[in-house]
């Protein structure tokens, strides 16, 4: 399905094209459906993470480890190394070291979106209101617009998908080191929690089904994989499909093809910044390279982006920004400026000394 993509030209136009957005996504119109938001100054720019836009690919490995693999290792040692002291809470695993990380402009395979549409607007327009980090030359090249995804669909696609491959499911079962007889009980398991429905998506949590803590899921399954190797032969209290979440998006097991999107997550806040910028995040899988690959992205097509992504094509809306420089006032004059995303000292000062647009 092509993507959708429209033009505002105001304010209040992009506020109703959300709206609509969100009506039109919605099952029931007194629960609207949720919607996650990216911000960027070029439309052009993929849906991509920053980690796969370096030299580093998922190709010539080593078991199931490759030189991509080494390239996240290597920045997050380094990373925790010399920004351990600085945080209030340690993250709990990897996946969460690769937020923070995300944050503060180290390559990762983690692309962050936004709970909130303005938000996600402000980070499209930032060129408008920061005049020491862009220069008029800049403004002059920007083609802004905001992303917006459906996570709920997209991650309800990737749990039904999981639930059909069982190759899939006896390859990450390696890892368990488990003979024939229960591996099969497991694979019967799997069977068993697929039929059963258990994402009954009740009025209660309907607004949260299907967008899961990553984090937490790695913390509970993947430190103690006795345990877990005996709950999934027996069928204890575990969901085993989360077993097959924390393989392929915490452990970075490679896929052969690139049928499986990214996951949409959240995660605890570890900064005021991400807390301000009610940050959510997507989580790439390792794709295995492929031997046309390298041509593509000469010409600047890169299939590891979103929106080239069978599953997450049509979960996707573009809405492209026309006059930037008219929104980023109309936003100005509703008090909204770039303090709402770096609620930081330098920034308010900033606020105070330069209340104008450029």
Known sequence: MPLKKVCVNSLGAYMEQVALIAQNCSVNSMCPSILWFRGQSNANYSLIPSLFRTKARAEKKIGNYTKLHYAEDIRTQHYIAKNFHLLSQEPSSRVEWLEVMQHHQVNTRVLDWSESSLHSLLFALEPFFDGNKYKEDSRKKCAPCVWILLPKMLNKRIMEYLQQDIDLQRSLMNDLRVNKRDE???????????????????????????????????????????????????????????????????????????????????????????????????????????????????????????????????????????????????????????????????????????????
């Open 184 to 358: 099969d009980k497991i694979l019967k398991n799997f069977e068993k929690y697929g039929k059963f429905d258990m994402y009954s998506e009740t009025e209660e949590t309907n607004h949260i089904d299907y967008i899961f803590n990553l984090s937490s899921i790695n913390d509970e399954l993947l430190r103690d994989r006795n345990r877990l190797r005996e709950l999934l032969i027996e069928g204890g209290v575990i969901n085993p499909y989360y077993y097959l979440l924390a393989r392929i998006y915490s452990d970075g097991y490679v896929l052969k093809d690139r049928k499986l999107p990214p996951l949409c997550v959240v995660h605890p806040y570890h900064s005021e910044r991400i807390k301000a910028q009610k940050g959510v995040f997507s989580v790439f899988p390792f794709y295995k390279e492929q031997s046309q690959d390298s041509n593509l992205r000469r010409n600047n097509i890169n299939l590891d982006a979103m929106e080239f992504n069978c599953m997450a094509a049509d979960c996707l809306y573009q809405i492209l920004i026309k006059n930037p420089q008219k929104i980023a006032l109309e936003m100005l004059e509703n008090g909204m400026n770039d303090s709402w995303l770096y609620p930081e000292m330098p920034v308010v000062s900033s606020e105070i000394e330069n209340h104008r647009i450029l």
